[in-house]
């Protein structure tokens, strides 16, 4: 048996970390078994999907790497077929068509509860023949009325539902549009879905599916229903936790390594081993190790793997997705060093990449005017003589590079007798405009030689201006 798995979000809001969780389980497991991928489109709820929504769920997919090998599917380009399978259903007695007024379905589940008892369809029309001329009609499945049935789950073992607890699922509303339940079963039936990995808010549909695969005669896929995902409070996650969506931590400047290698862990695990590659994901993955337990979303926990990606991952890589943040805010990057040679320096110095382009603006712009606090502490009258020391030694250099850069800063300091930290603080200021930066030789080093005697000579005007005034 080949191995055929799916992620079938709605499209009615962006791809959120619960359902990035999910799809990743599911084409991990796909990919772990050498089968088959697909994404589906569950778009139904024609009032609320939007076409934003369709692309935010691809674009969130594209950015994990969740790569998919068939699909998109959307299912309102299937009705043809599910109307095709509803008339199958209706042949054979399986089905039927309910005239039974919304409103009056309102009082009759008004009056059960009143009763205390579950509010259900009553089976008015279940096995009426007087079928009324022009009046609208949904179609109702016939659920068997006795027996059981037993999902086979992955993760939380057997669980038995007696048929007496189900309704007469409504396949097909009056509108003519065929409803999710129903939709769900033709599509995992026609894709030869093998194994469904959804989250446990599904747990109710999975015995009507099955009821309805069995009287299609279809195969029965196996189920994995995951926990939800709680916020670090044990409330369920939502915005006022942070971000929820995935291309928000896109946006606030997350690796999508990062991501993947944190959501796997939020619920599955190997070991005490944190740190996956996708290749050791993909091997060791398996559904019956995925816990009960809803897991509680940790943002330090995320940072911390953010962080070790950024240094771990060759500096190549870490550009590819660091490129896009330094164009969101507007720094024109083929005016400086190589992206990736800034990323070396960088990398053990912030949290995200966001970060990494705030504080790198100066290896690709001038800055427009010095760090208030720095200025004031290292730009003073005493620091002209080393600027100027300094400012001359750079300017002899004629193999530049970072052992000959270092030894120019440390020539000045034996000259003049001082600690580096008198030469190197205010020549720091001078060329990066603040009091941080990586190591003074690797910083120099990615700058241009006339840049650097540019800004030196900057500072030294900013000292006349304090001197004079």
């Not at 080949?2 to 990743?24: D, E, I, K, Q, Y």
């Not at 005239?99 to 009759?108: M, N, Q, S, T, V």
Request: with cysteine.
């Amino acid at each position: 048996m080949t191995v055929v798995t799916r992620f079938a979000p709605s499209p009615t809001g962006f791809l959120h970390v619960g359902g990035a969780r999910t799809a990743l389980y599911s084409w991990l497991y796909a990919k772990s078994q050498g089968g088959k991928f697909i994404l589906r489109i569950e778009d139904t709820d024609i009032e609320r999907s939007t076409q934003e929504a369709i692309d935010a769920i691809l674009e969130g997919m594209e950015w994990l790497g969740l790569v998919w090998d068939d699909g998109p599917y959307y299912q309102t380009q299937r009705f043809e077929r599910y109307n095709e399978v509803i008339e199958q259903l209706l042949a054979e007695g399986k089905a039927y068509k309910c005239f039974l007024p919304a409103a009056e379905l309102d009082a009759i589940r008004e009056e059960q509860m009143s009763k205390g008892e579950k509010p259900r369809y009553p089976g008015t029309w279940r096995d009426r023949t007087d079928h009324p001329q022009d009046q609208p009609f949904a179609i109702r499945f016939k659920t068997p009325q006795t027996g059981s049935v037993v999902v086979k789950d992955h993760i939380r073992g057997n669980i038995e539902i007696a048929n007496a607890e189900l309704d007469d699922l409504i396949i097909r509303r009056t509108d003519g549009v065929p409803t999710y339940n129903f939709c769900v079963v033709v599509d995992d039936w026609d894709m030869g879905i093998t194994h469904v990995v959804r989250g446990e808010d599904h747990i109710n549909n999975t015995p009507r599916q099955i009821n309805i695969l069995q009287a299609l005669s279809a195969p029965i896929p196996e189920y994995a229903h995951v926990s939800m995902i709680l916020g670090d409070d044990g409330k369920k996650l939502s915005k006022r936790h942070g971000a929820v969506s995935v291309m928000q931590y896109r946006d606030d400047g997350y690796l999508p390594q990062a991501l993947l290698n944190y959501l796997v862990r939020l619920g599955w695990s190997h070991g005490d081993q944190e740190i996956f590659s996708l290749d050791e994901m993909i091997e060791l993955f398996s559904l019956d190790a995925i816990g009960q337990s809803a897991s509680a979303f940790n943002t330090d926990k995320l940072i911390w793997l953010n962080q070790h990606y950024m240094r771990a991952l060759p500096p190549e890589v870490v550009a590819d997705y660091a490129r896009w943040h330094f164009e969101q805010q507007g720094i024109d990057l083929s005016q400086g060093p190589k992206l990736e040679d800034v990323i070396a320096v960088q990398a053990e110095r912030v949290k995200n990449l966001k970060e990494m382009a705030q504080i790198s603006r100066y290896f690709y712009e001038d800055y427009e005017a010095f760090d208030e606090s720095a200025a004031k502490k290292h730009l003073r009258p005493v620091a002209k003589e080393a600027l100027l020391l300094v400012q001359s030694k750079l300017a002899a250099i004629i193999d530049w590079n970072t052992n000959t850069i270092h030894d120019a800063i440390n020539q000045a300091a034996d000259e003049l007798g001082v600690g580096m930290g008198k030469v190197g603080m205010p020549l720091r200021v001078a060329v990066t405009g603040g009091g941080n930066s990586p190591a003074l030789d690797q910083t120099l080093n990615l700058l241009k030689p006339e840049q650097i005697e540019q800004r030196i000579s900057k500072a030294l005007e900013y000292i006349a201006i304090r001197e004079n005034s």
